[in-house]
């Protein structure tokens, strides 16, 4: 059973930076894309960065500048530097991933990410 494991969240001043992590259980090469999605409360679930099997990434306009998604196949683990936050930054962060053959939608458990002074 494929598997996500994010972790680096926490508190964070505005203007710092976090650095999150997604390990999975598979090789990277299983998974035609991962990235990140985050919630904030009441609000829907939305795309934050993407790395796709290639290489090739896309941002959500938010974030473009200030986040960068990467990773490490060695690792099996993928990353999301995020600086300069901001308070609308805070939220919970899932991993995602895309399985290559299957098209099948896997999440991890989520990391929350608070922004405040």
């Known amino acids: 059973q494929v598997q996500l494991v994010e972790s680096g969240g926490g508190l964070v001043q505005p203007g710092g930076s976090l650095r999150l992590s997604c390990a999975t259980s598979?090789?990277?090469?299983?998974?035609?894309?991962m990235g990140w999605y985050r919630q904030a409360p009441g609000k829907e679930r939305e795309l934050v960065a993407r790395?796709?099997?290639?290489?090739?990434?896309n941002y959500a306009d938010s974030v473009k500048g200030r986040f960068t998604i990467s990773r490490d196949n060695d690792k099996n683990t993928v990353y999301l530097q995020m600086n300069s936050l901001k308070p609308e930054d805070a939220a919970v962060y899932y991993c995602h991933a895309v399985g290559r053959f299957s098209g099948y939608d896997y999440w991890g458990q989520g990391t929350q990410v608070t922004v405040s002074s």
């Open positions: 598979e090789i990277i090469v299983v998974f035609s894309a």
């Open positions: 790395i796709m099997l290639g290489g090739s990434t």
